[in-house]
């Protein structure tokens, strides 16, 4: 080769190695689940779909899906909803399939509640989350899945939740109301470019799941919308969500495992959760983890979130009772704007699922590093509240900046009790249970 020629080859591969640097710096979770092109495509139109907004697709939903798990067509089978409305009572999902919502596709849930079919509660909670008893199954239902992907065009599910609402409101619910989408024991599950409208409670829950990706999904409800929570990875590893936009009435996405005695029996813990590039709004958490924690929680990464208008920035909540543990939550990059609270961290948060739960199941919290933090408006920066026989440890907080709303009734800026740990720059400066050191970085804590 000539010589010019030679320097220019090992020009280009010098300037598209740098362009791959520079964008491999965007870290995202698509390692995590292995990307399938189907190599067949249906339509719901094949089995009987109208998108008019008023006829009742349930059995087509089902033959389609009946169809694919029947076929099991090697490299799986995409299920094409195309533009229109799609009201339908709820139904399964199978493995080895995409369901794919074109733009302006919309799957609308049925308002007919007393006619959703009803599912065993959970092992990890013992009964219904609201009600004793079984459950209503979500619209979109999947058990013992693999290989699974929700996308499209940005298209909607609606779970029209308003009825579902009203009856909490009105104390009618018989049993615990459905998520909208649920998957159990299942893996590699990818849900992206979806929009998520009006959950009639939880809207995405994996539990006992384990490779599950929530990318690039739009999640909203009304602020005044009871336990419409965004996503919510239960008893389940290598969960990561990113690259979303959730305003809900409950938590944006919240970490769980299990409730009480049920979950301390069951002792399926939540691994490896990742959330990144999260924005939002909800008058509950932006990042939560709990209350049902009694599996355990360990490992998670929440980055880069921006909230405005969020009652509490960051919550990690247990109680007396719980069990189970909360250790090495990392919490990085966050941006709050008019918030009740910054960080709060509580060992006396939330319900039982009935008189038989263990007084002495003290759960253990411990390892929590929050670092690089800055709020506006910001009521309170921190509330932490631990145990008296199981304190809360190794907590670090470095590089924080919550700027306070000034006024007469100004509660103090930090309440701290049952908990230790270390504060670098921390500002407002922090409560004396936690050691204050003018610089420092926070041990890599790991169980
Ligand atoms: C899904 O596809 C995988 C890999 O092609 C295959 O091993 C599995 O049996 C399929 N499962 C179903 C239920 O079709
Ligand atoms: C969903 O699948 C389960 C089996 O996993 C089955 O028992 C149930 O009847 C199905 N429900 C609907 C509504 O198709
Ligand atoms: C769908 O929504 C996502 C998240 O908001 C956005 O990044 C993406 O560009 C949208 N895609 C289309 C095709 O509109
Ligand atoms: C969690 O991630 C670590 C490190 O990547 C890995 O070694 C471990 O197997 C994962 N845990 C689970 C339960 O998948």
């Known amino acids: 080769m000539p010589l010019p020629l030679l320097f220019f080859f090992l020009l280009v591969l010098l300037l598209n190695s740098s362009n791959y640097s520079c964008a491999a710096k965007v870290v995202t979770c698509s390692y995590i689940?292995?990307?399938?092109?189907?190599?067949?495509t249906i339509s719901i139109t094949d089995y009987g779909g109208v998108g008019d907004g008023r006829y009742i697709n349930t059995k087509a939903f089902k033959e389609a899906v009946y169809a694919i798990q029947r076929l099991r067509r090697a490299g799986g089978t995409l299920l094409y909803v195309p533009p229109g409305v799609y009201l339908t009572g709820p139904f399964n999902l199978t493995s080895n399939m995409t369901l794919y919502l074109a733009a302006g596709a919309v799957i609308k849930a049925t308002q007919d509640s007393l006619n959703w079919p009803l599912i065993p509660?959970?092992?990890s909670y013992g009964r219904g989350r609201e009600r004793p008893g079984g459950r209503y199954m979500s619209l979109i239902h999947g058990d013992g899945l693999q290989d699974v992907v929700i996308t499209g065009k940005n298209?909607?599910?609606?779970?029209?939740?308003?009825v579902w609402w009203n009856m909490w409101r009105r104390r009618t619910l018989k049993f615990t109301r459905p998520n909208l989408v649920e998957f159990l024991n299942s893996r590699n599950i990818i849900i992206s470019n979806v929009i998520f409208k009006n959950s009639p409670f939880w809207n995405i829950h994996p539990v006992y799941c384990s490779n599950v990706v929530v990318r690039f999904v739009t999640i909203l409800a009304p602020h005044d919308s009871p336990n419409t929570d965004g996503v919510d990875p239960d008893s389940s590893s290598n969960v990561c969500i990113e690259d979303s936009y959730i305003s809900t009435g409950d938590d944006l996405v919240s970490v769980k495992s299990g409730w009480d005695e049920y979950?301390?029996?069951?002792?399926?813990?939540?691994?490896n959760i990742t959330v990144r590039r999260v924005t939002g709004s909800s008058p509950f958490a932006g990042i939560a983890i709990g209350s049902e924690t009694s599996g355990g929680v360990e490992n998670v990464r929440a980055e880069h979130i921006n909230l405005y208008g969020i009652g509490i920035g960051i919550h990690i909540k247990t109680n007396a009772g719980r069990g189970g543990y909360i250790k090495n939550i990392k919490v990085f990059d966050v941006y709050?704007?008019?918030?009740?609270?910054g960080i709060k961290i509580s060992g006396n948060v939330g319900d039982h699922p009935d008189g038989k739960y263990n007084r002495d199941a003290l759960p253990v919290v411990k390892g929590i590093t929050i670092k690089h933090v800055r709020g506006v408006k910001v009521q309170q920066a921190g509330l932490m509240q631990g145990l008296r026989n199981s304190p809360f440890t190794y907590i670090c907080l470095s590089d924080i900046n919550l700027g306070g709303v000034t006024g007469p009734s100004r509660t103090p800026s930090w309440q701290c009790s049952d908990v230790s740990g270390i504060a670098y720059q921390v500002s407002?400066?922090?409560?004396?249970?936690?050691i204050s050191r003018p610089s420092g970085s926070c041990p890599n804590y790991s169980s």
């Open 33 to 40: 689940v292995p990307f399938h092109r189907r190599a067949h």
């Open 121 to 123: 509660p959970l092992p």
């Open 263 to 271: 979950g301390i029996a069951y002792g399926r813990p939540s691994v």
């Open 428 to 434: 407002p400066s922090p409560c004396s249970q936690l």
């Open 336 to 341: 709050m704007e008019d918030a009740r609270k």
């Open 155 to 162: 298209g909607t599910i609606d779970g029209q939740g308003g």
